[in-house]
């Protein structure tokens, strides 16, 4: 059974950092499009960054430029770093693979089929 394991969050001031990892068991993430979602309350799930198996990378608008996805393929872990992070930024943000297939198809959540806990960011201003 494929396994999803976020940790890294935690409560931050504005213009802090933090770098979120995501562990992934029975799930190469080297070989797979990979994904970092986030869901604020009373706001839909919305893609933050994903990569796909050649470690290309697309962003949100809202985080180019602050956040950075990467992986470790040795220790088949996700991570996303998170800079300059702002009160919108708030949310529980989730680790997600696709599931099937080398190349990233949908920035949508319909196309991932496995999902981590969820770790929650708090940014305070």
């Known amino acids: 059974q494929v396994q999803l394991v976020e940790s890294g969050g935690g409560s931050v001031q504005a213009g802090g950092s933090l770098r979120l990892s995501c562990a992934a068991s029975?799930?190469?993430?080297?070989?797979?499009?990979m994904a970092w979602f986030r869901q604020a309350p009373g706001k839909d799930r919305e893609m933050v960054a994903r990569?796909?198996?050649?470690?290309?990378?697309v962003y949100a608008d809202s985080v180019k430029g602050r956040f950075t996805i990467s992986r470790d393929n040795d220790k088949n872990t996700l991570y996303l770093q998170m800079n300059s992070l702002e009160p919108d930024d708030t949310a529980m943000y989730y680790c997600?693979?696709?599931?099937?297939?080398?190349?990233?198809?949908?920035?949508?959540?319909?196309?991932?089929?496995?999902w981590g806990q969820g770790t929650q960011v708090t940014v305070s201003s």
């Open positions: 990569i796909n198996g050649s470690g290309d990378s």
């Open positions: 997600a693979a696709q599931g099937g297939g080398y190349s990233c198809y949908s920035s949508r959540s319909e196309a991932f089929g496995y």
């Open positions: 029975r799930y190469y993430v080297s070989r797979a499009c």
